[in-house]
């Protein structure tokens, strides 16, 4: 890929292959869950103290996000999945390609790269609620409340549809070369995506012919530092696409072929027929834990598997995919 960003002129650019664009984006979208399970797991260790923090992981990673994208974004002119497959930003005025991007480019592509996927994700979590509310019978009495919600479910339905269509639209142009431009929010920007040229860097004879010398300043170091830093976080990316790949090759395991497990020591388990263990309401959206067996409010049992990861019943080990939805009549 770098070779290709070497005869980058000031007229005429490499174009990135459609792959390699899907590709940056599809990294760009597994970088959330990974900081949400790498905060959950550090809450683990003590999540009656800081259990609380999980309510606030879309705010937490909305900071980490703009500290990892400014930076990219100011030395490499790219964000960082764009800076993992060598790519790289340049503005195109008048259809002519322009270098470095403007520092307005960079303020509003730091905006659109952390704020639009917060925004989304808000958006998406506020509709589930409702929808989710509406299914329970918690109807509002209230019409401003009850138009509202339905104006969020309706309306997140009408944007992702229109988003996705978009997006497909703007695919085929840029595949039939009739578009310079990768995405809609790119196309917004005036901005394209080409090839990165290749980055200098001190290589480990200058290194030691340096330290040899008495000639290696702070700013060497600080340069290997942030290679260093960068080059983990590169390193890390690649096993998240590893590992996302390696879940959905075991996603459909056989359930019946695991070990049956022992069924749980409880005194009475009459005493939860037909209501949640957790609200001792009658369950609203039937949802069966699948480690231990016990029915439970799907509001309930979820938010208690997020912070506790286990059973509040038999205290077996349990995550969000052991959840299974009952339709009962």
């Known amino acids: 890929m770098a070779e290709k960003g070497a005869h ?16 940056q984006e599809s990294l760009a979208s597994t970088l959330e869950p990974a900081f949400k399970k790498i905060l959950s ?21 909305l900071i980490f996000n703009v500290f990892l994208q400014r930076y990219y974004l100011k030395r490499y002119s790219a964000s960082f999945s764009e800076t993992f497959y060598g790519l ?31 925004l989304k994700n808000k958006l998406s979590q506020l509709s589930l609620k409702y929808k989710l509310r509406e299914e329970n019978g918690y109807e509002s009495r209230e019409r401003e409340q009850k138009f509202f919600r339905k104006c969020i479910v309706k309306g ?19 595949i039939s070369e009739k578009s310079m431009y990768p995405s809609l929010l790119l196309r917004l920007l005036s901005v394209t995506l080409t090839y990165a040229e290749p980055q200098s860097a001190l290589t480990i004879a200058e290194l030691l012919r340096k330290i040899k010398y008495n000639s290696f300043t702070f700013g060497d170091g600080w340069n290997i530092f942030q290679r260093i830093v960068t080059g983990s976080l590169e390193l890390g990316a690649f096993f998240l696409q590893f590992l996302s790949w390696w879940n959905q090759e075991n996603y459909n395991i056989d359930i019946m072929s695991l070990p049956t497990p022992p069924p749980p020591k409880v005194l009475n388990i009459a005493q939860y027929k037909g209501i949640c263990p957790l609200c001792r309401k009658p369950q609203h959206i039937h949802t069966v834990l699948m480690v231990s067996g016990y029915v439970f409010c799907y509001q309930c049992i979820l938010s208690e598997i997020r912070i506790k990861k286990k059973c509040p019943v038999t205290h077996y080990p349990a995550k969000e995919d052991d959840l299974i939805r009952l339709y009962i009549e």
């Open 156 to 174: 997140h339905s009408i944007l992702f549809v229109t988003y996705e269509t978009l997006m497909l639209y703007n695919y085929i142009l840029y």
């Open 88 to 118: 790289k930003r340049v503005t195109v005025i008048n259809n002519k390609l322009k270098e470095k991007l403007s520092h307005k480019q960079q303020i509003l592509s730091l905006i659109f790269i952390v704020t639009f996927p917060y």
């Open 8 to 23: 980058l002129t000031g007229t005429a650019y490499i174009r990135p292959s459609i792959f390699e664009i899907i590709a």
């Open 41 to 61: 797991f550090l809450i683990s260790f003590n999540p009656e103290r800081y259990g609380h923090i999980l309510q606030w992981a879309d705010e937490g990673y």
